[in-house]
């Protein structure tokens, strides 16, 4: 099982619609979790960290689920400006800390 | 505010040679990561430096190796170059930490080993 796992999609959704990304992960001691968008030939760029209180940024909102060992992303109201592939990285301490990123999700928004 | 720059751009060398990346943080990071993304693959965890010390390595083999400069700088040295080295290769950077703090990226060192 790998230790971070995302829908690979594409999610293919209009304007204006709500999308979800969920992305799990395997180590129960996971510390850090965050949202990256990454565009084609990009460098990755934060989005957002996730806390476990949920948080909001606009109309992205992140959650943490530590019982069931998730996180989600929920964007609202997509623009074509959206379209990009979303990654999950999920941070451990295992004889050192280590970042593991989630292979991500392709968003494809169209008019 | 300067953000994490990398140099070369491109990169390009044949089988056997040596490569070598640098990368140099945001102002006030002292940890650099480096990470391999190969194309179509997601980011492959290959090192972690803080402080000029290396805290942690992921799956790869001891050609790939590097080092951190006392001005926190790093560079990347990947010897007897293979085909499948071939790859963007990110270098990330964060505030002095344990490591699990949040990492911005570099624009990335394209490698192309022919």
């Known amino acids: 099982r790998k230790e971070v796992e995302q829908d690979p999609g594409p999610f293919n959704v209009p304007e204006g619609a709500t999308v979800a990304f969920n992305c799990t992960y395997s180590n129960s001691a996971s510390q850090s979790f965050f949202w990256y968008r990454q565009d084609c030939r990009k460098e990755p760029k934060l989005l957002m960290s996730?806390?476990?209180s949920g948080n909001e940024d606009g109309r992205f909102t992140a959650q943490l689920n530590r019982a069931s060992q998730y996180i989600s992303l929920l964007i609202r109201d997509s623009k074509l400006s959206d379209s990009a592939t979303y990654l999950c990285?999920?941070?451990?301490?295992?004889?050192?800390?280590?970042?593991?990123f989630g292979a991500g999700t392709r968003l494809f928004v169209k008019a | 505010e300067a953000g994490v720059t990398q140099s070369p751009t491109h990169l390009i060398k044949t089988r056997g040679q040596q490569a070598t990346l640098r990368c140099s943080p945001i102002?006030?990071?002292?940890?650099v990561y480096w990470y391999q993304q190969a194309l179509g693959l997601g980011l492959q965890f290959l090192l972690w430096y803080d402080e000029g010390e290396e805290r942690n390595r992921g799956n790869f083999p001891p050609r790939f190796s590097g080092r951190q400069f006392p001005n926190y700088s790093s560079e990347l040295n990947v010897n007897a170059l293979e085909l499948e080295d071939s790859a963007l290769y990110l270098c990330?950077?964060?505030?002095?930490?344990?490591?699990?703090?949040?990492?911005?990226f570099g624009p990335g060192t394209r490698l192309t080993v022919l």
């Open positions: 102002s006030g990071h002292t940890s």
């Open positions: 990330a950077s964060s505030i002095r930490g344990q490591g699990g703090n949040e990492q911005f």
């Open positions: 990285a999920v941070s451990f301490n295992t004889g050192g800390f280590k970042t593991i």
């Open positions: 996730v806390y476990s």
